[in-house]
């Protein structure tokens, strides 16, 4: 996966009315952040949007299909992101739509704490 970083101006453009969007790169994408909160990757094949069990009816009604990764095992994992609906890409409205379920998704997410050295 490869972060585009065109992309990422996009959706940090779009989104400046709603909050800062940063971004860390993550095995050749990207992790999005809206004021420190993740919402959404970037790689070579999209965006793809945070969900969790209560987003997810959202997301299914719009078809969009949940991000799968072959594993070094030959198995097919998930994660808990859906592709962006194509009409995100071109129109802020419905960008800044689907990042807010993705956003809350976040926020619902529980917080992972780093563990202290030694």
Known sequence: MSADEGLIAWVADGLSPVGIVTWRGMMG????????????????????????????????AAGCERFTYARRDGRVASMNYRRAPDDTLDDVDALRHWASIAIAAGRRAPVKRRRPAG
Request: proline share 0%.
């Open 29 to 60: 994408g990207a992790t999005l952040y809206l004021d420190g909160t993740v919402f959404a990757i970037v790689g070579d094949d999209g965006l793809w949007f945070k969900s969790d069990a209560q987003a997810d009816r959202a997301w299914d």
